[in-house]
């Protein structure tokens, strides 16, 4: 039950990293700003977004989740209505980046760390399902809010949203009121105890931020891109939005998959595996650029990414302390989000001092395998130290 909250929070909390983009046009034209500008709103967004990891995971460590989950709920609402109210690009910038950035964030790596407490036998599958929700909302609100902004205007699209939040999320969280489980974090039997690996605990950190700042990197060159790729190929917007759809919802499904084979081999390898395929598939999209094949690559690429960010959770559950599980996972993921953020611009910047894709999806492939190499050490270090175990 206590998952099924949690991942209805997350596709309904999920609205806070997707609307700013779809009203991005509306917002451009009413303040009357230039493109550059009008992607300011989503820039602070993702600042915002990746500092509460930080801050709200810390603040779970210390207090439990409801009450930092509850109060960037209301932050997470409040940040929607004065959006609605906002005079100027730079206010909204900041209500955007403060309120809704930090609100969101609670439905990430808050969450997963939190509901890593709640399994044991199946935690790789608790953590990737929670984690699939915010798949579930960007495959579910830019679908629905088109209709609303069409209709109303984008004031009033993003008064409702809040008014949503506010409606459904408290009630949510107050339902997730019971604290952890005590065994689960102290380490009593029945508990899943800590593995051991021969790096401290700061040095794995420090690996898995390069890692998902390179995954991450990678990761963003083909769903940030993949619109105007299919543009500059003559395919045309729909076939690229096709494409990135099917991204998103093969996401869902290696997020999934990614959780059953964790619970079976363990967060490294599997991880090591979806960056593999990764790779690959960034190295695809270069020789096959006709239409049927770019679908094909698309859906290869979204089965082989989906799954690889929950993994960093998972990995830090099996060799790190339980009781630092919020901030530990928080700083993993504000990594993974800067990378997104450093690498979408990285590959139009790219794009513009070479007239071509091809570079950028080079680039792509190049962080990928900073990120295989962080984690191949990772896997050896927990090799070396499991051995004198065994």
């Not at 593995?195 to 060159?221: D, F, H, T, Y």
């Not at 830090?316 to 993921?333: F, H, L």
């Amino acid at each position: 039950m206590r998952l099924a909250i949690s991942m209805l929070l997350a596709t309904i909390g999920g609205v806070g990293m997707w609307a700013v983009v779809v009203v991005l046009p509306a917002v451009q034209a009413e303040f009357g700003v230039d493109r550059a500008a009008a992607s300011m709103p989503y820039t602070a967004t993702m600042i915002g977004f990746a500092a509460g990891n930080v801050l709200v995971g810390r603040a779970i460590d210390r207090m439990g989740y409801w009450i930092p989950a509850l109060i960037a709920a209301m932050a997470l609402g409040a940040g929607f209505l004065l959006a609605s109210l906002t005079t100027s690009i730079m206010q909204f910038t900041l209500v955007q980046g403060v309120l809704i950035g930090v609100g969101t964030s609670t439905i990430f790596g808050p969450l997963i760390a939190d509901i890593s407490h709640w399994f044991n036998r199946r935690r790789g599958v608790a953590v990737t399902a929670a984690a699939a929700g915010n798949y579930l909302a960007g495959a579910i609100w830019p679908l629905a809010i088109p209709h609303v902004i069409q209709s109303e205007g984008w004031r009033f699209t993003y008064a409702a949203i809040g008014v949503v939040c506010l409606a459904t999320m408290v009630p949510l969280i107050l339902l997730l009121r019971r604290g952890a489980p005590r065994e689960a974090i102290s380490g009593s039997s029945g508990s899943r105890r800590v593995q051991p690996i021969s790096l401290s605990p700061a040095a794995l950190q420090v690996l898995l931020v390069v890692a998902g700042l390179g995954c991450c990197v990678a990761m963003s060159m083909p769903q940030v891109h993949i619109v105007a790729y299919c543009m500059d190929l003559g395919y045309g917007v729909a076939h690229g939005a096709d494409m990135l759809s099917i991204m998103l919802a093969a996401g869902v499904v290696s997020r999934l998959a990614s959780g059953f084979i964790a619970d079976r081999i363990g967060g490294v390898k599997t991880l090591l595996i979806g960056s593999v395929l990764q790779c690959l598939s960034l190295l695809f999209y270069i020789p096959f650029d006709g239409l049927a094949s770019l679908y094909v690559v698309s859906l290869v690429f979204g089965l082989s990414q989906g799954g690889i960010v929950p993994c960093y959770a998972i990995i830090v559950r099996e060799y790190m302390p339980a009781k630092e599980a919020g901030q530990r996972v928080g700083i993993v993921m504000m990594a993974t989000i800067f990378g997104m953020a450093i690498g979408g611009w990285m590959s139009g910047w790219i794009y513009d001092l070479t007239g071509s894709y091809a570079a950028a999806f080079l680039n792509g492939i190049a962080w990928n395998l900073a990120n295989i190499l962080a984690m191949v050490l990772v896997l050896w270090k927990a090799r070396r130290s499991a051995a004198p175990v065994a």
